[in-house]
């Protein structure tokens, strides 16, 4: 099990950048595949990206080309970098490990608001 607490949220405008961090705790960290989910207002959580223990990534199609995930494992570290955002990027987010053997998601954090202004 690992401890994640996300942080970097906040308000900005319209086509602004915000940059998510995830930390995380125990000495596992790099064993893990690590997500990114939200949950905007009144709707599901969703995936957005995730990024495997070779550094592999994927994205939602609604944010390629925007976003970036990226990982320092000797930080034990996640990070989303988002750009260009949009109000629709408004949206409690989450960050998520899982263990190689795992087929769900089973570490959370406790999730950052980030609230996008037109």
């Known amino acids: 099990q690992v401890q994640l607490v996300e942080s970097g949220g906040g308000l900005v405008q319209a086509g602004g950048s915000l940059r998510l961090s995830c930390a995380a705790s125990g000495r596992t960290f790099s064993t893990y595949t690590l997500g990114w989910f939200r949950r905007a207002p009144g709707k599901e959580r969703e995936w957005i990206a995730q990024i495997g223990i070779t550094g592999a990534d994927g994205y939602r199609d609604s944010v390629k080309g925007r976003f970036t995930i990226s990982r320092d494992n000797a930080k034990n570290t996640m990070y989303l970098q988002m750009n260009s955002l949009k109000p629709e990027d408004t949206a409690v987010y989450f960050c998520?490990?899982?263990?190689?053997?795992?087929?769900?998601?089973?570490?959370w954090g406790q999730g950052t608001q980030v609230t996008v202004s037109s």
């Open positions: 998520a490990a899982r263990t190689q053997t795992s087929v769900s998601w089973n570490n």
